[in-house]
């Protein structure tokens, strides 16, 4: 059992504050602006109209064309306020910098004259959920706390939960609550007291994977874990590159890489702002493995995986669904010797004291293991800087453990006729640089 404090109030900023106003009969407008809010925001001062209209006649009409403006300074961090103007219409759309499942919109709609009031909540579904406030920000409490403990990333308020009271007929002093998307089901229980003093019963379970918590909720934000059963194998993005590699090892034979131990470096390609889907990049020697997914409950996840590896001649691509059955979609070579570049670490430059004068580049760096061999050293000058390419080669079928092999090439430039200046040398990337002092050719050639 483990205790997490989720402050309230933490929670409760990531509530958006939306609030309309009317002080006279709506009159529509012909000069509508170009929305620059985000579509969340517009599409939750829509979902506020809409169920304002259907459920009330005072309702502003929905032929009404609304101007917008930013009023949050830009420079403000933590929250941006917008309002809409139609007629006399005034919509305000306050929000917390937060992600977009996290949001909780509370609403408020009014018109003074009229003496028409109402406040409810939109989800970031858009949907008007009818429990008390504590209660969705209890749910989505737990939701969070699940999310961090367990990696269950496809968990959030803004998914479309549907709603249901699921207290019998007859019982008073309590009430719960049932929401369910998908295979999941989310349900709240809680005595009917002060909000302050209430403490909530939190179930999260999910039918298809077997995923299941019990905790509690007090009124001060505090999680409580009670208990959770959670299934013997929680696939994620690692656990998909890991069964491709597995995969690619096993059908074509090139050299296993013990997964566990290899340092990957992890990099989130995901672009800011998008929603709905990840991409990761993983890289470890010369292989590279990115990882794409939608954000989905777990059970339906399907991993899209890429890996190449430079120094084998590997470009594979496949798909990895979450009971890690591996489905390829562009084959890898196989059978066939595998030529690459080796990986240069570093290059020193040698000026032998001699007449011409002679330049050796000590190129340095490591092979991926023992199959692979150098092949060729090519070098070529374009004006004053000298190329050079070091290639490699493996042999088809060749299995050897995946342990770096270092290698030391001494490489002679052609230098001789060469007048007097500054060159540049580049071996596989690396770069370095040496100067001729005098014009590098003989006396009876200069004389000639």
């Not at 933590?78 to 917390?96: E, H, I, K, L, R």
């Not at 890898?332 to 990986?343: H, I, K, L, N, P």
């Not at 800087?385 to 060749?398: C, Y």
Request: proline share 7%; aromatic share 10%; with cysteine.
């Amino acid at each position: 059992m483990s205790n997490k404090r989720i402050p309230l109030l933490s929670l409760l900023a990531s509530v958006l504050i939306l609030s309309l106003g009317s002080c006279a009969s709506p009159a529509p407008s012909d000069t509508p602006s170009v929305p620059e809010a985000s579509g969340e925001v517009v599409g939750a001062r829509d979902a506020a109209l809409t169920y304002v209209r259907e459920h009330f006649e005072e309702g502003p009409a929905e032929s009404l064309a609304w101007v917008e403006e930013r009023l949050t300074p830009e420079d403000l961090p933590g929250g941006v306020t917008w309002q809409y103007t139609a007629g006399d219409w005034v919509v305000t759309v306050s929000y917390a910098v937060l992600p977009p499942e996290w949001t909780l919109y509370r609403v408020s709609v009014s018109n003074e004259s009229a003496g028409f009031q109402w406040e409810g909540r939109v989800d970031g579904s858009g949907r008007v959920p009818e429990a008390p406030e504590y209660v969705l920000v209890a749910r989505d409490a737990a939701l969070r706390y699940v999310v961090e403990e367990y990696g269950q990333l496809g968990l959030g308020s803004g998914l479309a939960w549907q709603e249901e009271w699921i207290t019998p007929g007859g019982i008073v002093g309590s009430g719960a609550y049932q929401y369910t998307v998908g295979d999941w089901v989310v349900t709240i229980s809680y005595p009917v007291v002060p909000p302050e003093q209430a403490v909530y019963q939190v179930s999260i379970v999910n039918q298809t994977t077997g995923f299941h918590w019990e905790g509690e909720v007090d009124a001060h934000g505090t999680v409580t874990e009670l208990g959770a059963e959670t299934p013997d194998v929680m696939f994620d993005r690692l656990a998909a590159r890991d069964a491709a590699l597995s995969y690619i090892y096993q059908t074509y034979q090139y050299p296993p890489l013990d997964t566990a131990a290899v340092e990957w470096e992890e990099e989130d390609l995901t672009p800011e702002g998008l929603v709905g889907s990840a991409k990761y990049r993983y890289t470890a020697f010369n292989w590279v493995v990115e990882v794409s997914y939608p954000i989905v409950a777990p059970e339906a996840t399907m991993y899209e995986v890429t890996v190449t590896n430079a120094d084998l001649g590997l470009d594979w691509q496949g798909t990895v669904d979450a009971q890690g059955s591996v489905i390829e979609e562009m084959p890898s070579s196989s059978g066939q010797v595998v030529s690459g570049e080796a990986s240069v670490e570093s290059i020193d430059i040698l000026i032998l004291e001699s007449f011409p004068v002679q330049i050796h580049v000590v190129a340095k760096g490591q092979l991926p293991d023992a199959c692979i061999d150098i092949d060729q050293i090519a070098e070529q000058r374009q004006g004053n800087a000298f190329l050079v390419t070091i290639s490699t080669v493996r042999l088809p079928d060749a299995k050897c453990a995946p342990t770096p092999v270092p290698f030391e090439e001494v490489i002679p430039l052609d230098v001789v006729g060469l007048p007097a200046d500054t060159y540049t040398v580049d071996v596989n990337g690396v770069s370095g640089s040496f100067e001729l002092e005098m014009d590098n050719v003989l006396p009876e050639e200069q004389g000639s």
